[in-house]
């Protein structure tokens, strides 16, 4: 049975000054072209996905890089609207501060959970500066075993690029680990990379501190955009096939 392209938000304020953002025609070229995976996707500024039902309709959400965004609200709203109605979900740089950012105020009860890019008047916000900038840089990235993330890259080691300053206060690793959020990448100092939750509690829910949308020439779609673009036509065909 042929399925209908899944729709596939992809939430950000595209602009062509963020590289990151000029890699997507390329990528969605290729994951037709070289994988099968046709994704009908459509641009959600952040303000637009702060309103109530913009993500109505939509088989995936990639949160994309690009912070400071225009809307926190909306980047937030997005990551809530995939993650309670159980919508395949990527986040990449930003995507990943701000699942963390939704995560913490909306399941672990921290309503002043703030990023320290968008309050750096706030004394004790979630996300922090980097102790070392990853503008521009590429790190190696460990992976947990049995993860959602180490069966999508299938490998216990990745070297990854970055474009970010921004990541995890430390401080509050605990208590998002204790209500659900699993870190599942780190660098070799123990820095978290990767975050996801569990199958139990969503189908594909998956963030990277890093970019995989810079990996390689752009020909060919990193594995976890793979797995993402994967998911979200699994999502569908079983929707339709449902009917």
Known sequence: ??????????????????????????????LADRDQLVLDAYW??????????????????????????????????AVR??????IPFLGTCAGFQHAVLEYARHVCGIGGAAHGENDPGEDDPVIVPLSCSLVGHEGAVRLTPGSLAERVLGAPRTVERYHCAYGLNDAYRERLHTGGLRFSGADDSGQLRILELPAEAHPFFLASLFQPELAGDGSRAHPMIRAFAAAAAGRTAAFNDGR
Request: glycine residues 8%.
């Open 44 to 77: 959600i500024p952040t303000e637009e996905a702060a309103d109530p039902g913009t993500l109505d309709g939509f088989d995936a959400v990639w949160l994309l890089p690009g912070s400071p965004y225009r809307s926190e609200d909306g980047a937030v709203a």
């Open 1 to 30: 049975m042929t399925h209908p392209a899944p729709r596939l938000a992809l939430v950000g304020d595209r602009s062509t000054a963020v590289r990151s953002h000029t890699r997507i025609p390329a990528l969605l070229d290729a």
């Open 81 to 86: 609207a995939a993650r309670e109605r159980r």
